[in-house]
Nanobody
């Protein structure tokens, strides 16, 4: 049974940084991807960043490039998202997700089949 658990959200002022962490237990396939998604109040869920488990492929949405870094630790099945220069528009619930059928490191939520419960990130003015 696959279990995905996030941690590390919180409240930060604009320009600040936060680091999100995620552990995914029960994954048995090697060739898959992990990703971070977010959902702001009243908006649809959107992909933020994804990474192949090997770390070879990374995909960021345009407005986080240069500010967010995604990384994996294969030894512990852990995923991290370092978020720098945070802006109020980054506010939302951030979800960690696992994709167990390789589709090319996308930001499409429908290709990810295991999800965490989400962690709140709030960026104040």
């Amino acid at each position: 049974q696959v279990q995905v658990v996030e941690s590390g959200g919180g409240l930060v002022q604009a320009g600040g940084s936060l680091r999100l962490s995620c552990t995914a237990s029960g994954l048995t396939v090697d060739d898959h991807a992990m990703g971070w998604f977010r959902q702001a109040l009243g908006k649809e869920r959107e992909g933020v960043s994804s990474i192949s488990w090997s770390g070879e492929f990374i995909h960021h949405r345009g407005d986080v490039k240069g500010r967010f870094n995604i990384s994996t630790d294969n030894a512990t099945n852990a995923l991290s998202l370092q978020m720098n220069s945070l802006q109020p528009e980054d506010t939302g619930i951030y979800y960690c997700a696992a994709e167990t059928t390789w589709t090319g490191c996308t930001l499409n939520s429908y290709t990810f089949n295991y999800w965490g419960q989400g962690t709140q990130v709030t960026v104040s003015e």
